[in-house]
């Protein structure tokens, strides 16, 4: 394999750990705000507006439901969300990342809804994604191509800020345009950067709670993707994870990890799994 295919490859799998802890959300039902609920504490930094209904709301989030309650348009509440947003609301930020990503989407909702028309006879699952591209169209008029390539800038300022779910997603997001084998080598330095940025977002969110960031940053010291490999920490946060009880595959990865440590190395894997 030549150089460029390999770093190719570690990139496309570093970027493919990220999605790894959304995955877990989805397939254990957890979310967010019932990370913050099992961990007992409120979160360091504030979570977007979109989140469960019973948890108290901050007044910097309510700002943001009250300017993005009932709108019609994305564009006629964008200048009250980006004075917000540059005021220091992250929940702001965020939900300003949220609606580029919304609307820069339309284009694939189309093509998948054409091919699943194709493929289904479900009238009414088709109704239902017809319905949902016009109410996108209707609320992304006047988003610009311009203002779409704004997302990168706007998940950057919400993880800057302290918005766990845009520090979750933010290496994702930030090193998307480097999807190909030359990009990805003519970048190495900028990819760097973010790496380490990336990591200090999961341990920002660790600390509020989230065990996708957790889980995330187990996997990135196992495997050695956002900094050098460290079994010690990555078993560490595993057992965090495995304590939470809400990941049942915890247990399988420290059953495996366990094999490769030795009895100092469990045991400041212990100490640092105290931590949380």
Not at 189 to 213: C, Q, V
Request: charged share 30%.
């Amino acid at each position: 394999m030549s150089f460029i295919k390999k770093v190719f490859m570690r990139h496309k799998l570093l970027t493919a750990f990220v999605a790894v802890g959304v995955a877990i959300l989805a397939i254990y039902g957890l979310n967010s705000r019932d990370e913050d609920d099992l961990a007992g504490e409120s979160p360091a930094g504030p979570e977007t507006a979109s989140s469960n209904a019973h948890v108290e709301r901050s007044e910097p989030e309510r700002r943001v439901e009250r300017i993005i309650s009932g709108r019609e348009s994305i564009m006629r509440t964008r200048a009250a969300l980006v004075g917000e947003a540059r005021s220091g609301n992250a929940f702001a930020s965020y939900q300003i990342y949220q609606d580029l990503s919304r609307c820069r989407s339309l284009a694939t909702k189309r093509d998948v809804l054409e091919e699943y028309a194709s493929r289904n006879a479900d009238s009414a699952a088709v109704e239902a994604i017809v319905g949902q591209i016009a109410e996108d169209e209707r609320l992304c008029k006047g988003i610009g191509s311009e203002s779409i390539g704004e997302r990168k800038d706007w998940i950057i300022r919400a993880a800057r800020q302290g918005n766990v779910e845009a520090q979750l997603l933010f290496f994702g997001v930030v090193t998307e345009e480097f999807d190909t084998p030359e990009k990805i080598v003519a970048n190495v330095d900028e990819i760097s950067r973010y790496k380490t940025e990336a990591l200090r977002h999961l341990r920002s969110a660790a600390r509020s709670g989230s065990e996708t960031a957790l889980f995330n940053l187990a996997m990135a010291y196992h495997d050695g993707t956002l900094a050098e490999k460290d079994l010690s920490l990555a078993y560490g946060y595993m057992l965090v994870v495995e304590k939470k009880g809400r990941v049942k595959s915890a247990s399988h990865y420290l059953e495996l990890w366990g094999r490769e440590l030795g009895p100092e190395d469990l045991a400041r894997a212990r100490s640092i799994s105290l931590q949380y």
